[in-house]
């Protein structure tokens, strides 16, 4: 494996899961050692002082009932028949001059702690313990110091040898024990890293394809109800949602493309006529008029779209306040009164009473306003375009009906698109962003626009918005 090859795997964050797992695995399992080998020698401390201060008492008994030659006696057979190289004695004066002793050279050069010593003759302690070194020999000894009577200082040793070969064969042991299950649990942990992040690695995989101009890929979803499957599950939304914009994005450089085509190229047309033909100030007086009304018309378009993009992106902040949708329509129906009257359309409005919503009453005009200048610009003559008003606990419905050509099922779909327009042949009036901007508008409100519409029967928008 090359150093380039290694260099990534670390790098890798199921690496790094690995590593901190066999981090705190190895702390976990050294704090449990360390408490259970202190619980261990603990343990056998306990138990060794058990057993010397029991033996140290029965010798304090028969020194204070057949004094101190039998104490030598007992304490003599005490130590055989214990071993003379697992146990020891000694009798000494405090002043630290020893007459009895054990007779094994073993533990000749073994000595006297002095400190527990005086702990015993001055601070009147029973008895006292103390772990000694035993020269030349790799274990230690328990040692107990006890007085008897009034003159006599006893010193009775166990040697700790066991002991220290069981402790040698626990570190052994953990030691070896803990290498195999280290290089088990770094298996393990290296396995649930790489299962828990697969489904990352899927997020990665469908992130390159879409670089690479692949917006029909999707991330799998396991249907494991976890974090990955969420994730996957808004990666796939947000897909959705670029593929929604892109294909917008394509369709609205057509359109615009096509719109902005028309008016630049009859305001050419109309220039280069003037300029070959044009005979007198007349002339050119009428060219830039109809250059200025073409860029009144393609500005109303721009800024139209700039509305429709700030208000469904929420970049400018709206002003709510309440606002009677009702008296909205009716005065929107009255301005539209002389149009339809125009076409000799009759326009119905049924908005009696009030009806209030939290809104931006400005927004909310615009909205009504192209609702209707829909209806009636699609109405034939002798139509009708009716619009009512109906308020309920919970939201407010405008509704604007006209009994005009309707829409394909088709084009129903796509009739909020940016610059669609069910009339192909471009004969009607308009860029094709009325209906756009009137469901930002609702949006924006947590409303919504619902269109019914059958072909030959005309078209039917319910505006539906929070009531207040």
């Not at 299962?195 to 390159?208: E, N, Q, W």
């Not at 930002?440 to 269109?451: D, F, R, S």
Request: aromatic share 8%.
């Amino acid at each position: 494996m090359s150093f380039e090859v290694i260099r990534k795997l670390t790098r890798t964050l199921a690496f790094k899961l690995t590593l901190w797992y066999a981090v705190f695995f190895i702390v976990s399992a050294a704090v449990a050692f360390a408490f259970f080998y202190v619980l261990i020698v603990r343990i056998i401390d306990q138990r060794t002082d058990a057993d010397l201060l029991t033996q140290a008492n029965r010798l304090n008994q028969i020194y204070a009932l057949q004094g101190s030659e039998l104490l030598e006696r007992a304490a003599l057979l005490q130590v055989q028949a214990a071993g003379e190289q697992k146990m020891f004695f000694r009798l000494f004066y405090p002043s630290g001059v020893f007459f009895a002793s054990s007779t094994a050279s073993y533990w000749k050069d073994i000595g006297i702690d002095r400190r527990a010593v005086e702990a015993v003759l001055r601070q009147g302690t029973p008895h006292t313990y103390a772990t000694q070194a035993v020269p030349s020999q790799p274990f230690r000894a328990r040692v107990l110091y006890k007085r008897l009577g009034g003159a006599i200082m006893l010193q009775l040793g166990y040697s700790l040898e066991g002991e220290s070969s069981l402790l040698r064969t626990f570190r052994r042991t953990f030691v070896v024990t803990m290498a195999g299950l280290l290089v088990v649990a770094m298996g393990v942990g290296w396995f649930m890293a790489r299962r828990a992040l697969s489904g990352v690695a899927s997020v990665t995989r469908t992130a390159r394809q879409i670089s690479e101009d692949d917006l029909d890929t999707r991330v799998p979803v396991r249907h494991r109800h976890n974090e990955i499957d969420q994730l996957a599950v808004t990666f796939n939304q947000m897909l959705d949602r670029i593929k929604q914009l892109v294909g917008g994005i394509r369709q609205m450089n057509d359109n615009i493309a096509h719109d902005l085509r028309s008016p630049i190229t009859r305001i050419r047309g109309l220039a280069e006529v003037t300029l070959s033909s044009g005979r007198g100030m007349e002339d050119y007086a009428q060219m830039a008029a109809s250059t200025i009304e073409e860029c009144d018309r393609l500005l109303h378009m721009i800024n139209t779209m700039l509305t429709i993009s700030r208000t469904e992106a929420g970049v400018d902040p709206i002003t709510f306040q309440p606002v009677d949708i009702a008296a909205l329509v009716r005065n929107a129906c009255g301005l539209f009164q002389p149009l339809a009257e125009d076409k000799d359309i009759r326009l119905r409005c049924e908005a009696d009473g009030a009806c209030a919503v939290r809104g931006n009453e400005s927004l909310l005009q615009r909205m009504v306003a192209n609702l209707l200048d829909n209806a009636i610009k699609y109405t034939p003559a002798h139509g009708e375009v009716r619009v009512s008003v109906t308020g309920g606990a919970e939201s407010v419905r405008a509704v604007v009906q006209d009994n005009g050509p309707g829409l394909a099922p088709s084009d129903q779909a796509r009739v909020f698109e940016r610059f669609f327009r069910a009339d192909q042949s471009r004969s009607q009036s308009g860029a094709g962003l009325g209906l756009s901007l009137a469901q930002a508008i609702a949006h924006a409100h947590n409303g919504k626009i619902i269109l019914e519409s059958r072909p030959g029967t005309g078209s039917t928008f319910t505006v539906s918005l929070p009531a207040l």
